[in-house]
Each structure stands twice: as structure tokens, then as C-alpha cells.
């Protein structure tokens, strides 16, 4: 039998893996500090608009549990976070700092992957994906679950999203 991933307990669960993953990554490649700001549950056909964002990193999950990570902020703290990572200035998103910055979501997915592993068996990951521009949509399956843990750095805010089906 499936395990119920709608409860809030699970959610809330979910968000401190979240956070952990973050501050791991931020800490250990990005030597900064975050604070978590709230966290937002909702199901994809549930009313909700989020902050702008320019740049989306996507990682999706299959295996164990379907979905995937979204890495979302605006592109000056994108560009920015890339550059801590890499220790070289960027002006443009693609290219190098886009690896980078895919890099950051693809560790924030893999650690949240690490600590998913061990209660729903393996999942896989895709290579990261990158979404930039003010004015885009993204929507997958009615029936997943989303949460929304937003974060609050130096330069910034952004927020990282699970969404998630048990299958």
C-alpha cells in the first residue's frame, strides 16, 4: 500500500528535508547563510500565485516517488549565486553561470533525494533544466502535491519547490 502524502505532518516533514538540503548546498559550496522563510502546500489545481521569479532551475524525480525540484529566484541572485559557486562574475545567465546555477538545484534535489531514498526506495534524477523570462507558467500532473519553502539570503530571496506523487 501507497503511503498517504497528503497530510500536512508529511508536508511538513518534506519542508525539513528541504531546508536541511538547502544549508548543506548554501553552506558547504556557497559558504552562506539562509534563513527559511514559510512554507506553502497546495495541490496543482489549487488557486496560488507565486513571488516573480526569473529563473527556474527543474530537476525531476521517478523511482520511488514522481516529480521533481524547482530552484526559483530572481535572475540578480541567480547570477550571483553562480558566481559564489564558481568564484567567476557573470552578466549572463547561459552559459557557465546556467551551469551553475542548475548545478545548485541539481545538489538541493540530489540531497533531498538522499533523504527520500531511505523511506521510498531509489530515485532516479534528470539533468537540470533551466527556465528563464518573466512571464511563464508551469504546471504538471492535477494530482501531485506541491510545497513551497521559501528562503531569505544576502542576496535575496528564492524559494525551492517539491512536488510529488507516491505513484
Known amino acids: ?35 527559511p522563510g514559510p512554507m506553502i502546500t497546495k495541490r496543482e489545481d489549487d ?5 516573480e521569479t526569473e529563473v527556474t532551475v ?8 514522481h516529480g521533481g525540484v524547482h530552484l526559483a529566484s530572481p535572475l540578480h ?6 558566481a559564489n ?23 538541493i534535489a540530489g540531497g533531498l533525494q538522499t533523504r527520500l531514498s531511505d523511506r521510498f526506495g531509489a530515485i532516479h534524477l534528470t539533468p537540470p533544466t533551466i527556465i528563464a523570462g518573466k512571464d511563464y507558467r508551469m504546471q504538471y500532473k492535477s494530482n501531485f502535491d506541491s510545497i513551497k519553502q521559501y528562503f531569505k539570503s544576502g542576496g535575496g530571496p528564492f524559494y525551492v519547490e517539491f512536488f510529488f506523487w507516491a505513484g
Open 47 to 51: 488557486l496560488y500565485r507565486p513571488p
Open 58 to 65: 527543474v530537476i525531476n524525480f521517478s523511482g520511488g516517488i
Open 85 to 107: 559557486f564558481s568564484g567567476e562574475e557573470y552578466d549572463t545567465l547561459f552559459g557557465e553561470a546556467g551551469d551553475g546555477f542548475g548545478e545548485l538545484g541539481n545538489m
Open 1 to 35: 500500500m501507497k503511503e498517504d502524502l497528503s497530510s500536512l505532518t508529511i508536508k511538513k516533514e518534506f519542508a525539513g528535508m528541504i531546508k536541511e538540503s538547502v544549508h548543506d548546498v548554501f553552506l558547504t559550496f556557497l559558504s552562506l547563510e539562509v534563513t
Open 77 to 82: 541572485l541567480a547570477l550571483q549565486l553562480a
